[in-house]
């Protein structure tokens, strides 16, 4: 099983609707969550990190439930600019405290007009 | 500029020939790592350096070398190139992953004949 589970897609909605990804992971010893967004041959960027109460950012709202080991992205009003693939990624602290940030493989959206 | 520069981004070579992928950071970021993204795996961590002089593995470290003997230089060295390191290459460098934000360099796409 993956450290990170993502369904990789595509999402194909048309603009305006609401679309929502979700993520899960296997380690329970994960402490800290985000939400990355790769463009097409672009470099990943940070979208936002996911809070234990949840969070929202704009059209964009992010929920954690530790208890399932998921975390979800749902994003509303969808636009064209909307379209890309989106990273989750999990902080674990294995031994020695270091840190580990593992990237799921993507869940990629295509926006409609 | 805030950035992280990769170079070069886009690389041609033949099997067995030695070639390094520079990567510099200019925000003074103690921690830096390489990826690699391959389709349908995402991306996976090669290796990674807590500070100067400290570097460690990650998930796939075979073939590939690493040094960091200042703090915003990691380069990537393939010291016999195989076909299989065809892909696409990320730097990313952090003040520490406790923090959750990694800024990625805008990639170096290796093809090894």
């Known amino acids: 099983r993956k450290e990170v589970e993502q369904d990789p897609g595509p999402f194909n909605v048309p603009e305006g609707a609401t679309v929502a990804f979700n993520c899960t992971y296997s380690?329970?010893?994960?402490?800290?969550f985000f939400w990355y967004r790769q463009d097409c041959r672009k470099e990943p960027k940070l979208l936002m990190s996911?809070?234990?109460s949840g969070n929202e950012d704009g059209r964009f709202t992010a929920q954690l439930n530790r208890a399932s080991q998921y975390i979800s992205l749902l994003i509303r009003d969808s636009k064209l600019s909307d379209s890309a693939t989106y990273l989750c990624?999990?902080?674990?602290?294995?031994?020695?405290?270091?840190?580990?940030?593992?990237f799921g493989q993507g869940t990629t959206l295509q926006v409609k007009p | 500029e805030a950035q992280v520069t990769q170079n070069p981004r886009y690389l041609i070579t033949v099997t067995g020939k030695k070639l390094t992928v520079t990567c510099s950071q200019n925000m003074n970021h103690e921690y830096m790592s390489w990826y690699r993204q391959d389709p349908g795996l995402g991306l996976r961590q090669i290796y990674y350096?807590?500070?100067?002089?400290?570097?460690d593995k990650g998930d796939v470290p075979e073939g590939y070398k690493v040094s960091r003997k200042e703090k915003r230089n990691f380069p990537l060295i393939l010291e016999s190139p195989s076909p299989n390191q065809t892909s696409l290459y990320f730097c990313a460098s952090s003040f520490g992953l406790s923090a959750g934000e990694l800024f990625f360099g805008e990639g170096s796409r290796l093809t090894v004949l």
């Open positions: 350096s807590m500070n100067v002089e400290v570097t």
């Open positions: 380690n329970s010893a994960s402490q800290s």
């Open positions: 996911v809070y234990s």
């Open positions: 990624v999990v902080n674990h602290y294995g031994s020695g405290n270091t840190g580990k940030l593992i």
